[in-house]
């Protein structure tokens, strides 16, 4: 399909007026192309020379409008660091319609009705992490939004200094936030609620529309796939960093990439944001907040469903997250079947390399070849009692298995990723990029779209982070 020949809908717009505010897209000078993503525009039916047009980078840019587009910002309220702002809505984000059920999405294209005396900008820094970490997540497996290309320009944007102005095309399959109906439960709108809840039940969850009790099922889902998705998040060492609720997806995909970091060295209580001075987003507290914010959803729906039940149901999540994560780490640590004890398993082992400056993605990487001989591993540690400790009962635990050791190494190569995007890869696309070379975002973005492949030319990348990026805290408008 060319660019001329797509049709866009804006299925939001039916919504009542208070949900949205129309506005169009406000052109960078001078922009220019810095990568497309192949496979999304494949799965969009995009033909794959349009990438390369200059309409395409005018598409993302805002000065070119498919048929049928009526750009607008939504709006919705949330819980920032636990204190509710009951205004906030899309103050760089610009929607400009839907294809075959994806919205389309210009993150840094202007300033809408919600900036809040904000320039509406995103710089090329946070463009470049967003529009990687969205495909790195794909790339496991986790859900998530997704990009489908990202520009440049020349204009210059002030965020902590002077920096150049970019643009990511974001692509997701809903944009409703916890704080979405948070926005109407506070300001005791219940047509305005009633009518988006009903919407992302169409939206996401159709089938839900034959149920008598829709809202009840509803929270029960969000619930079950938010317990799910951020059990993803801790298998793999993510840590998001602004688990606000207006960063919290209805439909339970991964949004809103800011200060995020996968894990160096093993650490509960690491903190991505060093705007989290008392560490309540830290990468520990990930299943807790969670949680926390589903009760604030909980609140919101109470309008149209009994709170009481609501919290009755989710009394389930920590069930639901621990059974989930149980599973996942089983398959890291190549186990399989669940086992009485294999919880206390995972524990011991994340209570051993604590403090022992041990890489997470690399341990797991390298338990994945695993033979009983304990050199390789023990080379990972600072100290080797607490990894020996552990690894008597894993060798125990192994006995148990009904695969071969073979078996067991090659499953466990695809679910523990050779390369996780570390900030100090980002920070070296960054740096490359500023100077006008764009080569390590491509080599990075090849990366992750297959992390578990062995990209041997990669190599330097698939190590322990060195000891002068470890750990590295960012900011919110990273």
């Known amino acids: 399909m060319k660019l001329e020949d797509i049709k866009l809908t804006n299925p939001y717009l039916n919504m009542p007026s208070l949900c949205y505010d129309r ?60 204190y509710f702002v009951e205004r906030l809505g899309d103050g760089r984000a610009i929607n400009i319609g839907t294809l075959d059920g994806y919205h389309l999405q210009l993150k840094g294209a202007g300033p809408t009705l919600y900036s809040r005396s904000g320039d509406g900008r995103a710089v090329l820094r946070s463009s470049i992490r967003e529009y990687l970490m969205s495909e790195t997540m794909h790339g496991l497996s986790i859900p998530t939004t997704r990009a489908l290309g990202l520009i440049g320009s020349r204009q210059d944007v002030y965020r902590e200094d002077w920096e150049k102005g970019a643009v990511v095309l974001r692509v997701s399959p809903s944009w409703i936030r916890f704080g979405t109906l948070e926005y109407f439960a506070h300001n005791k709108r219940p047509d305005e609620l009633t009518a988006v809840v009903d919407y992302a039940i169409n939206e996401s969850y159709p089938y839900l529309n034959d149920e008598q009790n829709k809202y009840q099922k509803l929270f029960e889902i969000v619930t079950e796939k938010t317990a799910k998705l951020i ?26 990439y800011g200060p995020y970091a996968f894990l160096d060295d093993y650490d509960a209580g ?16 990930q299943p807790h907040i969670g949680e926390w914010n589903l009760a604030a959803l909980a609140y919101a729906l109470a309008p149209l ?56 993605t690399l341990l797991f990487r390298t338990l994945s070849r695993y033979d009983c001989n304990r050199e390789e591993v023990l080379k990972l540690c600072l100290y080797h009692t607490p990894m020996n400790d552990w690894l008597d ?5 192994l006995t148990n298995n009904k695969t071969t050791q073979s078996q067991r190494h090659t499953e466990m190569l695809v679910v523990n990723p050779k390369y996780v995007l570390k900030n100090y890869m980002l920070q070296e696309a960054i740096d490359a990029a500023n100077n006008g070379d764009f080569s390590i975002v491509e080599a990075l973005f090849q990366i992750v779209q297959n992390p578990f492949d062995e990209h041997i030319e990669h190599d330097r990348w698939a190590g322990a982070t060195p000891e002068i990026f470890k750990n590295k805290k960012l900011s919110c408008s990273s």
């Open 23 to 82: 506005v169009k897209p406000s052109p960078l000078n001078h922009p220019f192309l810095i990568h497309a993503n192949i496979d999304l525009a494949k799965e969009l039916n995009i033909d794959e020379s349009e990438l390369e047009s200059s309409e395409f980078v005018k598409l993302i840019n805002g000065s070119y409008s498919p048929s049928g587009s009526d750009p607008f910002a939504s709006c919705y309220a949330g819980h920032q660091f636990g």
């Open 270 to 285: 690491y903190i991505c944001n060093h705007t989290d001075s008392h560490g309540r987003y830290s990468f520990g507290n």
């Open 305 to 360: 469903n009994d709170i009481e039940t609501m919290r009755n149901s989710l009394t389930r999540y920590n069930q639901i997250f621990k059974n989930e994560y149980t599973r996942l780490m089983n398959k890291k640590l190549g186990l399989d079947s669940t086992l009485k004890g294999d919880d206390e398993l995972i524990s011991h082992l994340l209570r051993a390399i604590q403090g022992l400056s041990v890489d997470y």
């Open 231 to 256: 059990a993803a998040w801790q298998s793999v060492g993510f840590n998001h960093g602004v688990m606000n609720t207006d960063n919290m997806s209805i439909a339970g995909l991964t949004i809103d």
């Open 393 to 397: 009962i894993y060798d125990e635990r």
